[in-house]
């Protein structure tokens, strides 16, 4: 009977073909260009279409597989349990095992330690790992003393007879973060470094959980590449290592075990589950190639740091909101380990209060949200399934690419690595600039009131000059930031007064428009609501002793009103008109020449204005 009905209802609404939505689409574009209007052309290089069907998954190769399943597109497991992470900086040994233990017990299962400290012993080793149960836990080390610090970690498993089950990492990359830091693999030579990680390979080759050499991809995105990019280089940079390994004597089976790929995960939230699900299934026909015994050996293991290229120290706490979306990404997609950066870790020493609110965004995606309890949940989609074919066949170019030049360590030192992230940065720059990306509470919708707290130093918000053939990490937002902290050091408060006329609905959206501009600069807005005439409004105006006045209107009011401002004004302040009306060569002919619209390049545009008035 329940069939009947429902074979009843399908003949009610019978299946709509593609052609039949796209005559709709077309006809509601009203001649409008269909590949303009609704086609994303992303930064990735390849394009998005405005919705996708079941048609769409048409040849696409790796659809069908299960997680578990080669080539672990789906996933790498049965289930989506991943490992909480959160790192601890190790100056002090027993404050860094008090901290670790407080970790632990307020729902943190996999503990970083970053150990900068030269000459690290086994006594505080010891002291570090005090009351904490190894094979309960995962831990993973880095610092300057890595390779050191692996002999004396091993060595205290092998001791106590917990090497066979601790689930340990090491962040040794001589490659990726050598390179991209030193512009060399590492010191006393390339050689000797690939000697000592095969070393130390071999040593740990019965332990199945111990991962000695960590492909740090998140350096790429960081600086400012894309996701593709990071996503190639991630690739070619493990397949160096294994190159590079088995030329020191490890089975390529081996070296394929004992790598951990990290990567940064941003806000463009179903790219990064793309990402994630692309980067598995290519790192399994890498590993692939090389004929291992058992598939196993072709299993990514990721783990995840939400981004900090996109964080932002004015209005911080929207960083909370960040990691939480990048987060989200990263469980959907199916991690391994994740590690959600404090809201406040771009301007100061994370606090106490930034580490629990991080941590508990993992928790609350756990117990409250339930995401640990569904693989893959992105699968079947199809626009996600489109994502991830497309950015495996960018991906998979670019690895190519760099193949042809020797691989990653050649390529890098070619310069071809460094030129392929500053271009990207670059056009990342410039969207930011002219809002074609969005930093909330940076270029866009800023706090109006907001001066930055002594907190903020001009350090925290001044990008690092690129020197050499070396990678620079910065973030997006600080040309605003460095602009805005510089008005709130100035000691001077400038004001932009919104001067609506005409238009009642064109002169309030205008002066909202308006108010976010000037904003983004930290200069003070006076909104208000409409002005019955010009005089009143320039009165108001000159009353507020602004040093901007923005006249907020509809086009057609603009060869009126706006003359009739600047007559008033008198040079008095600088008049800004706000859009691109059809008048403008008209009203440029009578002097006013400052205009600010969707088009403008807002940072440079408020540079100029800051300029203008002395600061």
């Given at each position: ?129 005090a009351g904490i149960s190894i094979p309960a836990i995962e831990m993973v080390f880095c610092g300057a003393q890595t390779g050191s610090i692996a002999e004396l970690v091993i060595a205290k498993l092998e001791k106590e007879g917990t090497a066979s089950e601790a689930h340990v990492a090491f962040s040794i990359d001589p490659l990726v973060k050598g390179l991209s ?337 000037f904003a983004c600069a930290g200069i003070r807005v006076q909104d208000n609501t409409f002005f019955k005439s010009i005089e009143e409004g320039v009165k108001a105006a000159l009353e507020s002793k602004a040093e901007i006045v923005v006249v907020c209107a509809s086009d057609d009011d603009y060869a009126e009103a706006a003359p009739k401002v600047k007559e008033l ?6 008049l800004v008109v706000a859009g691109a009306p059809a008048c403008a060569p008209e009203l440029e002919a009578q002097g006013i020449t400052n205009f600010i619209s969707v088009k403008s390049n807002v940072l440079e545009t408020l540079k100029f204005y800051l300029k203008e008035m002395g600061i």
């Open positions: 009977m329940a069939n009947t009905k429902r074979e009843k209802l399908f003949t009610e609404f019978p299946p709509v073909p593609t052609e039949k939505w796209e005559e709709v689409i077309t006809a509601d574009l009203k001649g409008a260009d269909y590949e303009r209007k609704l086609v994303w052309r992303t930064g990735e290089g390849f394009n998005v279409r405005p919705y996708y069907r079941a048609e769409n998954l048409e040849g696409i190769r790796f659809l069908g597989s299960q997680a578990g399943e080669f080539p672990y597109v789906r996933g790498t497991r049965s289930h989506n349990r991943w490992r909480v992470h959160q790192t601890v900086e190790v100056k002090c040994p027993r404050e860094a095992n008090a901290e670790a233990l407080k970790l632990l017990n307020s729902g943190v299962d996999s503990l970083g330690f970053s150990i900068a400290k030269e000459g690290f012993t086994a006594e505080e080793l010891d002291q570090l790992l830091q030193k512009g060399d693999f590492c010191s006393p030579n390339g050689e000797k470094c690939f000697a000592k990680i095969a070393s130390l390979i071999e040593k740990t080759r019965e332990y199945k959980h111990i991962r000695i050499v960590t492909v740090s991809a998140g350096i790429f995105s960081n600086a400012g590449s894309t996701i593709v990019e990071e996503l190639a280089f991630a690739l070619s940079a493990g397949n160096d290592y294994i190159a590079r390994l088995t030329d020191a004597g490890v089975d390529a089976e081996l070296a394929a075990r004992k790598l951990r790929f990290s990567f940064s995960v941003t806000s463009n939230y179903f790219l990064e589950i793309a990402k994630f699900r692309a980067a598995r299934m290519l790192w399994a026909n890498i590993v692939k190639g090389y004929n291992p015994s058992k598939n196993c050996a072709c299993k990514m293991h990721i783990h995840a740091r939400t981004a900090d290229w996109n964080q932002t120290v004015y209005d911080p706490y929207v960083n909370m909101l960040r990691g939480t979306t990048e987060a989200m990404s990263a469980t959907i997609a199916g991690v391994h380990s994740l590690e959600v950066t404090p809201f406040d870790a771009a301007f100061e020493s994370p606090t106490e209060f930034s580490k629990r609110i991080a941590r508990n965004v993992e928790l609350l995606l756990k117990h409250e949200s339930h995401f640990d309890q569904v693989v893959d949940p992105a699968g079947g989609s199809y626009y996600v399934e489109n994502l991830t074919q497309s950015i495996a066949a960018e991906a998979w170019k670019l690895f190519l690419e760099i193949e042809e030049k020797g691989g990653y360590a050649e390529a890098y030192k070619a310069g071809f690595i460094k030129e392929r992230v500053e271009a990207s940065a670059a056009a990342k720059d410039k969207a930011i600039a002219t809002r074609r990306q969005t930093l909330l509470g940076a270029n866009q919708f800023p706090n109006f009131t907001e001066v930055a707290p002594k907190e903020i130093t001009a350090e925290a918000v001044t990008r690092p000059a690129a020197e050499g053939n070396v990678l620079t990490p910065y973030r997006g937002a600080m040309a605003f930031e460095a602009m805005r902290l510089h008005v709130d050091r100035s000691g001077k408060q400038p004001k932009a007064f919104m001067l609506t006329c005409g238009n009642l609905a064109m002169a309030r959206a205008r002066a909202q428009f308006s108010c976010n501009f004004l008198a040079g008095k302040a600088i």
